[in-house]
């Protein structure tokens, strides 16, 4: 029979030495969240602008102000450049959901992507920079008379303007949103942040941008799959593979990302895509407000 106290001495090392390297190892998982999360608080501390007026909010009243709050400056610019926001009704979406989503036009492939969005009964969301060509602008009328929905993505999509200052920022959407309801009569409610909601151009600055945006009222939405489509060497199967395996790996609604450029490749991928998709029992549905925004994964 063996002695009890060997035994009690065999568990006491084995614990010991068990102790020893979970300690240390738990210990640095600890320091290394702790300091990333450090990280994060820096960069916001240090991108806060020091701009700030006294100006009660009740004199400005613009949407979602805590009343007596002090404002920024920038929120005082282009009063009229906000939306109406009731929340997000997220139960008439589901899990096989697909918002097909188009960036960068209008362009002089518009009218045959419609083309092709109404032969497939599809409808989808069109983000839309500003175009001085009027023929064009005239694509904005036809895109919602079809049943899609129009949604800001920068005046100029000139990144180095745009995300240079807020007051850049806020002065390219205001004629954005101006030039899209000029066009159609009805005032753009969404956006897409050119290079998605946080890039290497707005790194330092997009948690304000996106908190201004939100406050007055204007949803923004990422992607969740990319088509690849503006991409040096993208093919009609690279677009096609792209979108039905990101669409496949979703496990929420997916968000497909296309660039509405007069693409020929796209002009084959995209029917064979809609068609797929339908037949595996996906939805399309077009956004609007109320659809809540897919999470984004920020690069580290
Ligand atoms: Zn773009």
Redesign the pocket.
Known sequence: MKNPSVAFYKKLILISIALLILLPVSASIYLLIENRSLKARQVFANNQPDDVVTVSATQLEPNNVVKDKPVLSYQMLYPDFRSDFFGFKNDLVSNKTVFITF??GPSSGTSKVLDILRKESVPATFFVNGKSNPFLTAQLSKIVSEGHTLGM?SYT?RYNVIYASMENFLDDFNRNFLYIKNATGAAPQILRF??GSINIFNIGTYQSLIAEMLRRGFIYYDWNVSAGDAIPGATTQSIIDNVLHGVHLCWGPAFVLF?DNGSANLNEALPVILETLKREGYEFKRIDNSVKPPMFIYPD
């Open positions: 960036d960068d993505h999509h050119p290079g660039h």
